[in-house]
């Protein structure tokens, strides 16, 4: 094996990662040679060195420690949505899945657990597994319940407090100080620790230790925070065998795509968006979303969207199904209740509906292809000043739009809007009046009709008073003074849009 700085580790040779503390440098994680050797989490390096004088070491790496159980983590939810990864004590780091109505999709706790083990040991990972009623209490006996090498599912109730009170106080996940004084009282199980008064504990301890027995006895609840969102729209397709080709990935989008859409039929809904999850064999999970500017439940029109991701992937090298792909998800994170579609009977409107439904296709498909954030629309930004009253915003992104401005004073716009108002030099009769004649890009202009001022304040000498003028020759254009007749000496002129 090859840790993330480099060091080599053998998993035959007793392994461990160090880190330095208080009292010297400690033990925190070890594989199984350096366990059966009678090494173990916290021990000092000396001692261990003493007992194992070619152990393998290396310093400890908390941040990528906690980078890849988020991503071992992800990878679990192959099981359940409900997982977290948690962080312990002396690299005690554990997964929590809530499996409450999971279970029976792998044929009971006791065959689910044994998968769990069986695909984690698959991957180089020294694996325990036990269930209980609560968080607190399967931590317990995973670790150090003889029988949770291969899968616990223990029993509820007084048999599950018996079970846990044959458990070393390691078990309540308590700092090493805390688990020291225990056993230095007599205190070496959780069964003894539990027959002390409560009260006297707390007094002695402080209240994590009466919290952590009753966590680990079932008395009491736990919250786990799930790695990722919980979507309740999934659809989860398990495979005899793994896959390792495109045309084989792109079969199986298919089919998780039509039982996506068959499901949000069940709720007259549709989706915006869809997120094909790809579990690897080997512990990684691929993600590849795709979107739609409307919510809609076509198996056909997803199938394409969710196959030109896959073949947009694999073009740009990005899709690497390592020894293959075993579990197919197809996730709707973001859906919409449809209502029902009128046809108009008229054949203008009718192929104005077709034109903009073969619209969106095409703005679908290029999203799957280029990237849903690259294929962009102009959205209303509730903003006076004209060049700030839009923004580009992805065609997936359809939220619901509010009109910011009155309809009348919406129709005044000019249809084009240079990107920057540009510098023009004009003549008015009066000061505060339109101009006459002006001089743009070289070429001069004679104003014919003038409508204005449509003033818009945007602080100071910055105030504009916008004209929508006509020339001679029967053009328009929307120009613009910059800066109030008596507040600035100098007033500037800007065309800022075109009616074509």
């Known amino acids: 094996m090859l840790k993330g700085d480099g060091t080599r580790f053998s998993r035959a040779k007793p392994c461990a990662t160090v880190a330095r503390s208080a009292g010297g440098i400690r033990l925190i994680a070890l ?16 001692g261990a060195k ?3 004088p070619d152990i393998c070491v290396a310093d400890s790496d908390p941040v990528g420690e906690g980078d890849d159980l988020t991503a ?3 990878w679990a939810m192959r099981w359940s949505p409900y997982c977290s990864p948690v962080k312990g004590l002396e690299g005690t780091h554990a997964l929590f899945l809530d499996i409450t109505g999971c279970a029976h999709l792998f044929g009971g706790e006791a065959a689910m657990l044994a998968d769990m083990v069986i695909k984690m040991r698959a991957l180089g990972l020294i694996a325990r597994a036990a269930c209980a009623a609560t968080p607190g209490a399967a931590f317990a006996l995973a670790r150090f319940a003889p029988e949770a090498r291969h899968g616990l599912s223990a029993p509820d109730g007084a048999a599950l407090r018996a079970l846990v009170g044959a ?4 078990a309540l996940r308590l700092p ?17 620790v539990a027959t002390q008064s409560s009260a006297a504990l707390a007094r002695r301890f402080g209240i994590d230790l009466v919290r952590a027995l009753d966590r680990a006895r079932g008395l009491e609840e736990e919250a786990i925070d799930p790695v990722a969102e919980i979507i309740p729209r999934r659809i989860r397709l398990r495979l005899a065998e793994p896959l390792m080709t495109r045309h084989g990935l792109e079969l199986a989008g298919a089919k998780a795509a039509g039982e996506m859409c068959t499901l949000l039929d069940s709720y007259n809904e549709g989706a915006r ?11 990684v999970v691929l993600q590849l979303v795709g979107g739609s500017g409307r919510a809609h439940r076509d198996a056909v029109l997803w199938t394409k969207v ?3 991701r896959i073949e ?6 990005g899709l690497d199904l390592g020894f293959g792909v075993d579990l197919v998800e197809v996730c709707a994170p973001v859906v919409e209740v449809l209502e029902g579609q009128v046809m108009d009977l008229d054949p203008v409107a009718a192929a104005a509906l077709a034109s903009a439904d073969a619209l969106h296709r095409l703005a679908d498909r290029l999203s799957a292809r280029l990237g849903v954030g690259r294929v962009t629309r102009m959205e209303a930004v509730a903003h006076w000043v004209p060049e700030q009253a839009v923004r580009q915003v992805a065609v997936a992104d359809r939220r619901p739009q509010v009109s910011h401005f009155p309809e009348a004073l919406a129709a005044r716009r000019p249809a084009l809007l240079l990107e920057r108002a540009e510098p023009i030099d004009a003549i008015a009769e009066v000061p505060d009046g339109p101009p006459r004649l002006f001089r743009w890009r070289a070429l001069a202009f004679k104003v014919a009709c003038a409508e204005g001022p449509e003033r818009i304040a945007c602080g100071e000498a910055h105030d504009r008073d916008y004209y929508r003028i006509e020339t001679s020759e029967g053009r328009r254009f929307w120009l613009y003074r910059q800066g109030l007749p008596g507040k600035v000496d100098h007033p500037k002129w800007y065309v800022h849009g075109s009616a074509a």
Do not use: F
């Open 312 to 317: 947009a992937e694999a073009n740009g090298a």
């Open 273 to 283: 968006r869809l997120v094909l999850n790809l579990y690897r064999v080997d512990g």
């Open 176 to 192: 090493s100080g805390t688990t020291t004084g225990l056993r230095a009282l007599g205190l070496k199980t959780i069964g003894q």
């Open 72 to 74: 071992l983590a992800r």
């Open 306 to 308: 969710l196959c030109e």
């Open 31 to 46: 594989n199984r040679a350096a366990q059966e050797a009678g090494l173990s989490s916290g021990m000092m390096l000396a």
């Open 50 to 52: 003493a007992l194992v």
């Open 167 to 170: 458990l070393p106080v390691e």
